[in-house]
């Protein structure tokens, strides 16, 4: 598993690492975001959406648990999803992850309540910590991906 550390100092830097994420995306690739509340998690992936095309609001879905975004517009379909309210992973089955994921990319917030996908070859994991103690100095990326990964990580 290949392992880059990336410093996120502000928007513009998440802006651009975004940027780079979107551009090495690959249909039924993950993004799977980890880190406490408030750790950028939501920013990201609206930054990753932004670079494939998305224009307008990102709402965050910790309420609808999935917001689907086409393509076209965007370069790639894309699932963006906040699992924090599943109690178990086999709730996966009642929203139906599966059929919205056939065919493009899924950012996971809080990928541990839906089981993981850290075993998937396309999965891209994504831990934000933050600097100082509540984040004054932006936030440290470590990505770590599969094995679909190796020569186009971010």
Known sequence: MTETRSSL????SMASYGAAIAGRL??????ALTGGLGAGKTTLARAI???LGHEGEVPSPTFT???TYDSPPLRLAAVH???YRLDDPAELAEIGLDDYRE????LAEWPDHAGGFAHEPGCLSITLEPVGESGEGGRIAI????????????
């Open 9 to 12: 100092l502000d928007l513009a």
């Open 26 to 31: 690959r249909a039924g690739d993950v993004v």
């Open 49 to 51: 959406l932004a670079a």
């Open 65 to 67: 648990i999935i917001e």
């Open 81 to 83: 999803a906040d699992f």
């Open 103 to 106: 065919g493009a990319v899924l």
């Open 143 to 154: 990505a770590r991906g599969g094995a679909d990964w190796v020569g186009r990580m971010p």
